[in-house]
Nanobody, 118 residues
Framework: QVQLVESGGGLVQAGGSLRLSCAAS????????MRWYRQAPGKERELVAS????????YYAASVKDRFTISRDNAKNTVSLQMNDLKPEDTALYFC???????????WGQGTQVTVSS
């Protein structure tokens, strides 16, 4: 049974930091790119950051580059998103996503809320 369980969301003031974590189970973790998406009220879900399953190549949306850092631990089947210098526009529901490098398998977590107050 595939599970992606996010944690670490919360309420923080602008300029603060949060660290999101996602614990994965039920699939071969290193076969999957791990991604963080977010969705703000009334907006489409957007890709925030991505990390390759084994070469650790990363991608960041322009809006978070130099503020957010994605990392993964293939031994612990976890992926994290360190978010620094948070802005009110970072307020959203953040989702962990796993996308297979070899098939169309794609899995989603339930999401964790991040709220940044001004």
């Amino acid at each position: 049974q595939v599970q992606l369980v996010e944690s670490g969301g919360g309420l923080v003031q602008a300029g603060g930091s949060l660290r999101l974590s996602c614990a994965a189970s039920g699939f071969t973790f290193s076969d999957y790119a791990m991604r963080w998406y977010r969705q703000a009220p009334g907006k489409e879900r957007e890709l925030v950051a991505s990390i390759h399953g084994f070469n650790m190549d990363t991608y960041y949306a322009a809006s978070v580059k130099d503020r957010f850092t994605i990392s993964r631990d293939n031994a612990k089947n976890t992926v994290s998103l360190q978010m620094n210098d948070l802005k009110p526009e970072d307020t959203a529901l953040y989702f962990c996503n796993a996308a297979s490098h070899y098939s169309g398998n794609n899995y989603w977590g339930q999401g964790t809320q991040v709220t940044v107050s001004s």
